[in-house]
């Protein structure tokens, strides 16, 4: 159990969905959760399916909450940045970005200084607990203390209850950002498009989709309990002179393998570009 407030600073998509996990999880309870966004439409929805508690400004729920989730995009932080550094308690607390691209370094002079600023790239599974995280600890953060877990350890904490969580270097949290912030997305594309073949020969529109979804599943499961590579597992599927390297000539004709590595070298680009101050 956590046993402190957690405000989100913008009530969208990933703070849902982050705070829906927490809260399945059990890792809090309603009451522990705020939130304040610009659109009370985004703010009553939040609301409506976490039961957190809607702050009407960025100060009281700066003066409420022990963390305080950054989730707001990219394009509207430097505001939030300039109101919270107005809030006097903001330095006392835990902040976490999660936004794309904004670096350690413009949250520290948003802020007004070093403090307890995490940058975190999640991705929206963690909403049934299967998320996929990273962080990046700036120099101010808490080093665990005789009463206190660390800021590392808090963070951890949190994220590993809505899936996995990876300490990196902040020099490759873009790169985290194309391949598992952006990469859900991708997934989704090919589970459609594998839906779409199914029903291209034949397969009702629900169980190809069905299929689809617990194939992508299963062979996720398959890689991360066998520990076994990819490619060795892909093997085993694959009998000679048999249905599945057909299948697997088409997707190599069709360059499957380099549309997804450009797929993740863009959205990483578009991450650098999201973290340059606007021009
Ligand atoms: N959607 C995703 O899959 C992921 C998103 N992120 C990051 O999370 C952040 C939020 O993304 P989404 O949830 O998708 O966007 P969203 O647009 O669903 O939510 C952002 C919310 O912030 C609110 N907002 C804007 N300015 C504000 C302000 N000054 N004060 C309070 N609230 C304000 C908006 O009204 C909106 O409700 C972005 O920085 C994005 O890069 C990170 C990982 C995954
Ligand atoms: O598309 C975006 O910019 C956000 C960040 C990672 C996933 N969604």
Redesign the pocket.
Known sequence: MFSGKIGF???????TALASGMLSAGLLQKDQLLA????SA?AEKFAAVTGGQICPS?AMLTEKADVIFL????Q?MA??LQTLSQVSTSREKLIIS???GITLATLEAGLGGPGRIVRV????PALVGAGASAFALSQGTHAASANRPSDSQIVRQLLETVGVAEEVPESLMDAVTGLS?SGPAYVYQIIEALSDGGVRVGLPRATATRLAAQTVLGAAQMVLSTKEHPGALKDAVTSPGGTTIAGLHALESGGLRAALMTAVVAATQRAKELGQPPR
């Open positions: 600073i913008g009530s969208g998509q990933m703070a304040c966004d610009v659109s985004s960025i989730s707001v995009k990219p509207s505001g939030v999660i936004a794309a790239m999640p991705n929206t912030g």
